[in-house]
């Protein structure tokens, strides 16, 4: 069983940055692929991205692809994502997930946060 908390949304400008953190507050994330998602005001979830449990090989959406950056920090129990020139489409409620596959879809992943809102104003 693992418990997992994002942290470090807010509001942005359009061009800024922000970074998200994912921790467990119950078991170990170290051999869980970390994936984000984030879903808009009226719109179904979206792969953000993932991370393997070794860190060493990571995926983006091509949406985020260049501008975002997922890493993990096992000694901390944490994995962050680095956003960077941001945009107002960025916008949404940001989750973080723990699975066993990497996947680009939320139903291989087991445990999930509550998600923190980011707002990127133009």
């Known amino acids: 069983q693992v418990q997992v908390a994002e942290s470090g949304g807010g509001l942005v400008q359009a061009g800024g940055s922000l970074r998200l953190s994912c921790t467990a507050s119950?078991?170990?994330?170290?051999?869980?692929?970390g994936g984000w998602f984030r879903q808009a005001p009226g719109k179904e979830r979206e792969f953000v991205g993932c991370i393997t449990s070794s860190g060493t090989s990571t995926y983006y959406a091509d949406s985020v692809k260049g501008r975002f950056t997922i890493s993990r920090e096992t000694g901390k129990n944490t994995i962050y994502l680095q956003m960077n020139s941001l945009k107002p489409e960025d916008t949404a409620v940001y989750y973080c997930?723990?699975?066993?596959?990497?996947?680009?879809?939320?139903?291989?992943?087991?445990?999930w946060g509550q998600g923190t809102q980011v707002t990127v104003s133009s």
């Open positions: 997930a723990a699975g066993r596959n990497v996947a680009a879809t939320s139903h291989p992943y087991y445990y």
């Open positions: 119950e078991g170990t994330l170290s051999t869980y692929v």
